[in-house]
């Protein structure tokens, strides 16, 4: 008899289930089952009547009865709770849809003129090279010829890391220190021991050094180098890619001088000045844009290749300098601020 009403329930139980689709009739329809007045609460009531040596066999019927009706009542919850997921989560996403918000990102401003620098110079055959910003003393400095008391390898200068510091990916002699590179100038020696001649790279990147920010000054910036290495490459060369890169950055009427200076990798070395015309506010003013040279015989040797042979030119420009004379940008620190009312005037 108990037996029969059990099955009643649990078929009851599993009916009505695939019907039950909110928790408010959830909790409902399980009250007429396990409540108070349940039907199985009910069944359970009549265990007193059981006589005392059938209790054991009915007692466990009840049991799995209980056990069957659980399951079913745990499976209709979880798809409940499922729904009501869904429903606070709203409608899937579809990611190939459009934006709702309006406002594209864009290119960081520093960004957009290195890609323009980089475009230029791809135009002319150079391709891009890159290097690591941890350095070695080797690459940074003793490689290029750059000697022991020269003032950006004190502490003071620039970012040397802890000397039992060991990086996997960038070997070391012992001894050596670890910096935060002070130019991007260290990728042409990485690049002339990978590569044969010719060589016509130019590789941009973040450099470091120990300066107090000012309006021109930022512990942070960015450089472009560049490097030329071939057969029979001379000043020409040099004064000829220079020009061009020039008058398709500042305007085609642009100028350009090459004032001595001292590189300890480049000789002879100079200081290339612009003038431009279309520059508007900054058109009456020779303005310094970069570093340059002849590779110096000694970075040459240093990477075995024979400078009766070989001859090389090499530059190396700060990013941010060209982009706040193209942008008209006066102070360097804007760009480190990610102040979006300053970035949103670079968005293209
Ligand atoms: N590395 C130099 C600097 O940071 C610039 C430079 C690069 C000069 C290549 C000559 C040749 O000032």
Redesign the pocket.
């Known amino acids: 008899m108990i037996e029969e009403k059990l099955n009643t329930v649990i078929a009851l139980v599993e009916n009505e289930c695939s019907s039950i689709k909110t928790r408010v009739e959830f909790e409902h329809f399980k009250a007429t089952i396990s409540g108070p007045k349940g039907k199985l609460t009910e069944i359970m009531k009549l265990m007193g009547s059981v006589p005392k040596e059938d209790k054991p066999t009915v007692g466990k019927k009840i049991n799995e009865a209980k056990g069957e009706i659980q399951k079913h009542l745990d499976r209709v919850l979880t798809e409940i709770e499922e729904v009501e997921l869904l429903s606070r989560l709203g409608p899937p996403i579809d990611p190939t849809l459009p934006s709702p918000d309006s406002s594209k990102g864009c290119l960081h401003p520093i960004a957009q003129v290195r890609d323009q620098v980089i475009d230029l110079f791809h135009r002319i055959g150079f391709s891009v090279a890159e290097g690591t910003e941890l350095e070695t003393e080797y690459y940074c400095f003793d490689a290029?010829n750059i000697p022991s008391d020269h003032p950006a390898r004190d502490m003071q200068d620039s970012y040397f890391m802890p000397e039992d510091l060991q990086m996997d990916n960038v070997s070391k002699k012992n001894q050596e220190r670890y910096l935060l590179r002070?130019?991007?100038?260290s990728v042409?020696i990485r690049t002339l021991l990978d590569e044969k001649p010719p060589i016509r790279i130019v590789a941009p990147g973040r450099?470091f050094r120990r300066d107090t920010p000012d309006a021109t000054h930022s512990a942070n910036f960015h450089?472009i180098?560049?490097?030329y290495v071939d057969k029979d490459v001379t000043l020409v060369d040099l004064k000829s890619t220079l020009d061009y890169f020039v008058k398709k950055t500042f305007g085609s009427s642009a100028k350009t001088r090459l004032r001595p200076?001292f590189?300890p990798?480049?000789e002879p070395?100079?200081e290339m000045d612009f003038y431009s015309p279309d520059l508007g506010k900054l058109s009456h003013k020779w303005l310094e844009i970069?570093?340059?040279?002849m590779?110096d015989p000694e970075v040459l040797k240093e990477v075995g290749l024979d400078s009766d042979q070989y001859s090389g030119?090499?530059?190396?420009?700060?990013i941010e300098r060209i982009a706040m004379i193209l942008q008209g940008v006066d102070d360097i620190r804007y760009y480190y601020q990610n102040d979006i009312r300053f970035l949103r005037q670079f968005s293209v």
């Open positions: 290029l002070t130019h991007t100038s042409q450099c450089q180098e560049g490097l200076s590189f990798f480049t070395s100079f970069m570093g340059c040279g590779v030119f090499a530059f190396g420009m700060g």
